[in-house]
Every structure is written in C-alpha cells, then in structure tokens.
C-alpha cells in the first residue's frame, strides 16, 4: 500500500506490532499516534520541521555533565511535574521537582548546624520533624536540604563567592524525628537561560524566575522516598513558577523572629527569620 496521508500512521503502528517487550511496544505505538497526530493538527512546512530538530538538536548539544537541557525542557512544559505528580504517593507530603542542583554528596552536617559557610545573607532557623502519616516520629529520618544564596546563586554556580557545599547539609533527624538547622533565606531565581529552553522561553514571553525555596529529599528505610521543596511564603513568582512546582501545602512562612532567648538557643543574632517544615513519609510498599 501507498504511504499516504492516510495510510501514515497504521504503517508506523505496525511496523511496530512485533516488539516483544509489552511496554516498549506500548510506548511506541502511543509515541507514534501522538506525533502523527501532532503533525496532522499543525501540518508544518519541511522549513518548519528542519527548525523543530534543530531546536532539539541545540537542546542536546547544551547537555554535558553539569548542565541537562532535556531535563530543563520537560520542566518549562510541565512535564516533570506531571510526572512527579503522578507518582506522588497521597499518604505522604507532596514532591515536586529535583531540579538540576542537587549534589549526590551534600556535607554530612549535626542537627543545628550552619549551611550557611558565607554569612551575608538574613540568617534563618529551619526546623522540622519526619513522621510516617500517622504523626509517629521517623528517629534517624535522613534529611537532605541544598539551596540558593541571598543572591540566588548555588555554590556550584559562583565558585568564586561560594565554598563547596554552601547552601548544603544532610541531617539525621533525632530520636524524635526533629531536624533544625541554620541558613541564610533563599531568593527567587531564573532557571538557566542561555541555551535553547531560555530562547524558548523569551520567543513565548514567558518569564524563567522560580520563587525562593529551599529543595528536600527525606528518606528513612521502609519509607518511600520524597523530593520535594519548602517555598518562601512572600516569594514573587509563587503563583507562576517557571517549572510548575509550587503546591500549596508546601508554602512556609518564613516570619522574622526577635525573640532573644531562642536566638540565643539555636545561635543567630537578632532579627532573625524562622520557618518549619513538618514533613510526613508513606510507608513503601503499601496500596496508594
Ligand atoms: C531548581 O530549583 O534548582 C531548578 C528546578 C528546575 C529547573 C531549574 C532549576
Ligand atoms: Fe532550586
């Protein structure tokens, strides 16, 4: 037969029929429906299609191993989102996105340690407690924290302002499933802009800022494992957050504090700003 406008689509699927694994042939078949119908809906020109691959192919040729343009992409189009999402587990707190910052080793830190190693930032008191979704303590719960700067810079951007591992700290929660810890408050800051996705975004109008936070991953063996983020309560872009991560359950108050005595407890001067995330794990392995 023919390939045709209208034969297209069947000739791919079945070209496709004998893929043994059930799942890949699955995808591919949902792929190729997709695209085709895609090209169907907006039927671009052959210059069209040649500057689509060469927006991917530029998307490729940005990724190396500290930069992952894919990565970034699926995040302006939501997808990471909407995958996280998905596969987020109701019992537990919600996750969002990993992001591109987070380092496999972050500084082994005690409980009321400074992240901070600069101190020019608004020095803040982080606390929180890990507990399964019955309220009962998680002692041990590792707790793994990264953030940006006062000027929205990971250390891992300004090498020259930032010793490794500034901004970074994993904790142990104690016998009582509490963790606390001092840092600076973070900013809100642009997603990287000087590859494809930042053109992308610029060709849309649309802003690259992520509102202040401070990105967790909490995990305790028999738990599932959350990422996810504590968002600044009086951050700009909170209500349009360029990679489509803010849930609500997530926004602290991050309230300026001149109480003395406890400034003296945790070691921070006056006024300080206090926040405090109480982060529940579902139990691995249970029907959602
Ligand atoms: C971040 O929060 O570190 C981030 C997340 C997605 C894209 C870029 C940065
Ligand atoms: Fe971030």
């Known amino acids: ?4 406008e209208h034969t297209a689509l069947d000739a791919v699927l ?21 695209l085709h ?25 940005m990724c190396d191993d500290t930069r992952q343009e894919f990565v970034l992409l699926s995040d302006v189009l939501g997808v990471s989102m909407l995958v996280e999402t998905m596969n987020g587990d109701a019992r537990g707190t919600e996750g969002t996105v990993l992001g591109p910052f987070h380092m496999s ?7 009321g340690d400074r992240i901070d190693e600069v101190g020019t930032g608004v020095p803040c008191v982080v606390t929180g407690t890990v507990t399964d979704p019955d309220g009962e303590a998680i002692p041990g719960a590792v ?19 930032q010793p490794p591992g500034n901004g970074r700290g994993l904790f142990h929660a104690d016998d009582r499933g509490a963790f606390w810890f001092r840092g600076v408050v973070p900013t809100y800051y642009p997603i990287p802009t000087d590859g494809p996705v930042g053109r992308l975004l610029g060709a849309s109008r649309r802003h690259p800022y992520r509102p202040a936070h401070v990105h967790v991953i909490a995990s305790a063996p028999g738990f599932t ?16 957050d360029a990679v489509f991560a803010v849930k609500h359950s997530l926004v602290r108050d991050f309230a300026e504090s001149a109480d003395a ?8 001067p006056v006024p300080f700003r206090r926040a405090h995330f109480p982060i529940r794990l579902a139990r691995a392995g249970r029907p959602r």
């Open 1 to 4: 037969m023919d390939f045709t």
């Open 225 to 240: 494992t959350v990422t996810t983020h504590m968002f600044v309560a009086d951050s700009p872009y909170l209500d349009s």
């Open 37 to 61: 119908a895609l090209v169907h809906e907006l039927r671009p020109t052959t210059a069209e299609w040649e500057s689509a691959i060469a927006f991917l192919t530029a998307v490729g040729h």
């Open 105 to 111: 080793e972050s500084p082994r830190r005690e409980l």
């Open 14 to 34: 079945a070209s496709f029929a004998d893929t043994p694994d059930a799942r890949l042939r699955q995808i591919l078949g949902a792929v190729t429906r997709h």
């Open 261 to 268: 005595a406890e400034a003296a407890r945790y070691g921070v």
């Open 143 to 161: 707790v793994d924290v990264w953030q940006c700067d006062e000027n929205g810079f990971y250390d891992v951007q300004r090498p020259d302002t």
